[in-house]
């Protein structure tokens, strides 16, 4: 069956870590479903956010497939009958993308290097239909460049601060949480963590003034990233089959990435309001000891903080999902693309022309989202139940 023919399975967002889990069994039921479907995974399939900077993403990529025989043999028989597999990266494993991991997991799955495995650092089109994880249009998740490798000096900051700080203090509460103010942070702190709290809280002024002062140390350094990837946007348009001048549009509506600016990277952490607070209470405690003048700098903490939050409040909630919305329909406007299919969000979303997939593996309903794309670009929006 040639690949014109062929329909398509995307699914997204699974997560695959060091321990067994139900959605790897599920993906495994559902390629069983549609043997002769190209499968596309649109990023996030593997959880190499979580490993210290210092861990090879070959060598992680490999243990955490250790945990999955089932899904391994499944794509093992798949990938040998020649039916097509292709990884898309995410920002939580964006090294899936490397030459070195593609071929690692072809030794893990035991098959030759000419297996029909691809992986790709920033999107494909099948029969029309444009996919991608979307974290590109994220700021806070948002590459370099969306064809060149980051490093642990130059990842996103929501990648950063997920190896940084969430994983090295078990904090998943704030594992992708871009709702979390400072106020309702610091109280999930001191609930979850109790006497720890102090060192916790510690950590993360640790952590974020550290990436406060890369997004100016670094600079030179993602910038040069920036420029080799823009010296193989030719010859990726190429292997995408498409005019290197679409590429260079795509570029142009990717977000400005918030690990690139000292001041967005300073209010991303939120420590605007943070040293507000610290202010007030500072200027209260002047007052206490009678100096007077410590009404001001109370009082001027205080009016920016309340300013602050009774004009943004959380100033990230629900962006996200506008953020990439508003990316699909600019693909489709300026290329021309049948369809756009998502995921990164973890949530599902639709209007006419784009699907998000939300999330294989994290979804609240008792189903498992996914897309069946056919050989004329029509997309099906479809689950299977858990």
Known sequence: MSSDERSVLVVSDLHLSRRACRSATALAQLLRQYPEHELVVAGDFFDLAFDPPSKDPAESIEEILRYHSELCQVLSERLARGVPVTLLAGNHDAAVASEDTRARLTRVLGLPASAPLATFPWFVRRAGVHIEH????????????????????????????????????HAMMFAGAYQVTPLSGLLQVLSEYRLRAPLVIANYFTTAGGLCLRAHTERATM?????????????????????????????????????????????????????????????LSFAAFGHPQGLLLAGAGAFYLVASVRTHGSRYRDLPGERLRDAASRILDNTDAKGVIFGHTHVEDAVPGYLNLGSFAFTEAPERPYAEVDPNGQIARRSLRA
Do not use: K
Not at 135 to 142: C, G, K, S, V
Not at 155 to 165: D, H, I, N, Q, S
């Open 134 to 169: 979307g974290h590109f249009y994220d700021p806070d998740n948002a590459p370099n460049h969306p064809l060149c490798l980051w490093s642990p000096r130059t990842e996103p900051l929501g990648v950063a601060m997920t190896r940084r700080f969430v994983a090295p203090n």
């Open 223 to 283: 910038e040069a990233e920036f420029e080799l990837g823009a010296q193989v946007l030719v010859e990726h348009s190429r292997t995408l089959g498409m005019p290197a001048g679409d590429l260079e549009a795509l570029l142009g509506g990717g977000a400005r990435p918030t690990h690139h600016g000292f001041r967005a990277t300073f209010m991303r952490l939120y420590f605007d309001r943070i040293f507000a607070a610290l202010g007030t209470a500072a200027g």
